[in-house]
């Protein structure tokens, strides 16, 4: 069974590959734009929030777009009679109790609610406060999702919840999820529903400490990856080094080009204006969606 | 008059902690009986607010300064908002900011820096 699916091109497979890295400009989205690109047909989500350049690339005809808003406690003072019940509840230390009166630190609050229901008195009600906005648009054979946190928001987690929402009422589709830099939380929340996931890398020392960030993350969520080495040169690749001492299987190879890299920053698609680019990353692709049937089927043999 | 600062150690021939939200301790002296205590942190592992919650100790201890080398804005605000005046220590032992502070040589504490508060999650 494993055998067939391996080579069968399954038209409609819902598959979710997110594609990270341990820093900015490592190939995150070169990768996830051209994976989408080299698809029959892909949903590609850019969860990169504080600074979502997916759009650059696909250029969409935007369809549709939704505000995204947090819930703040506001506490009627009138109603209040001090217990300092919700102060003592919010685990977040987003409320202070002073001179006898509750008082909220937005930028900290969690948007939890709890304060709201253990106030015996009523007094705390939940107001909307917008974060940030995702649109949808199309681009040839891709749906692009792209996720907007406003400036001055310190998280970016709501609107990625939203748009992995949003993006699931696109039914059974391959999704690449263009992943924030780093690991903190908003790159937890981007690959939570991730079947696989690809680490770019960069073949430097600095390159590595990067990798091996995101190698304990996904990890850490016993997430099936593999890792695509970007920027090759000849010589020595620290980067590929490490993945070989960390059995880290190595999918794919992107060459250090000035063909690829004058495309990529003319913001054009490397996998639809050029053969060998669209070879490559269909490859890639295949790759990829291969090794995430097999640790489906090795997940579900278990 | 109760003033507070924050410490890595308890003991007042130590110098004064870095920082103010995720300090260990607190002493809190007593400037007319020269009684000393020093209180726990509680927000030295809080995952986030802890300039909130430290600041909230200190509210709640009802001392009406604290000496510190910095203070974040949420701290700030808490602190302004219950009218605990800031004061900026000197190099030196927590003993020789209280004589500093007695004898009127502390200036106010006005280079408030931004919370570190962006790794909420």
């Known amino acids: ?302 | 008059m109760k003033i507070a600062i924050p410490m890595d150690e308890k003991d007042l021939k130590t110098s004064v902690c870095p920082s103010f939200g995720r300090a260990p301790y607190f002493l809190i002296y007593n400037t007319e009986s020269g009684e000393s205590l020093f209180l726990d942190n509680s927000a030295v592992a809080s995952q986030g607010g802890a300039g909130i919650k430290a600041a909230q100790t200190l509210v709640d201890s009802g001392v009406k300064a604290l000496l510190t080398p910095r203070c974040g804005e949420n701290a700030e605000e808490v602190l302004r908002t219950a009218e605990i005046s800031i004061f900026k220590t000197i190099a030196g032992t927590a003993q020789q900011n209280i004589d500093a502070f007695k004898a009127n040589q502390l200036s106010v504490l006005n280079d408030i820096h931004p919370g570190f508060h962006g790794q909420k999650g």
């Open chain 1, 1 to 302: 069974m494993t055998f067939i699916r391996d080579f069968m091109v399954k038209k409609g497979e819902d598959m979710r590959i997110a594609v990270l890295s341990g820093k900015g400009g490592t190939g995150k989205t070169l990768v996830s734009v051209n994976l989408a690109s080299a698809a029959d047909s892909a949903v590609y989500i850019d969860c990169d929030v504080e600074e979502p350049d997916g759009h650059l690339f696909f250029k969409p005809q935007i369809v549709s777009s939704e505000e995204i808003a947090v819930k703040l406690p506001s506490i009627d003072n009138g109603l209040c009679n001090g217990c300092r019940k919700c102060v003592d509840f919010c685990k977040f230390n987003a409320l202070a109790f002073i001179k006898g009166r509750p008082c909220v630190f937005e930028d900290v609050c969690h948007s939890c609610g709890g304060c709201t229901l253990v106030c015996p008195e009523r007094a705390i009600t939940e107001t909307d406060r917008a974060v940030g906005e995702i649109r949808k648009g199309t681009s040839g054979s891709v749906t692009a999702y792209t996720g907007i946190l406003k400036p001055g928001e310190e998280s970016g987690v709501p609107i990625i919840k939203r748009i992995m929402q949003a993006s699931g009422s696109e039914g059974d589709a391959l999704r690449i999820i263009d992943c924030p830099p780093g690991s903190a939380c908003v790159v937890v929340e981007s690959i939570r529903d991730a079947d696989y996931c690809i680490l770019v890398a960069e073949p430097t020392v600095f390159g590595v400490h990067n990798l091996n960030m995101v190698y304990g993350l996904v990890k850490l969520f016993n997430k099936p990856f593999g890792a695509v080495l970007n920027k090759c040169l000849d010589g020595e690749n620290p980067a590929e080094k490490f993945c070989i001492e960390n059995s880290i299987p190595i999918i794919g190879r992107i060459p250090f080009d000035t063909e690829l890299g004058k495309m990529n920053s003319d913001a054009e698609i490397a996998a639809r204006e050029s053969k060998k680019y669209k070879e490559l990353f269909s490859d890639l692709l295949r790759t990829a969606m291969k090794e995430a049937r097999r640790e489906t089927a090795f997940d579900t043999q278990r």
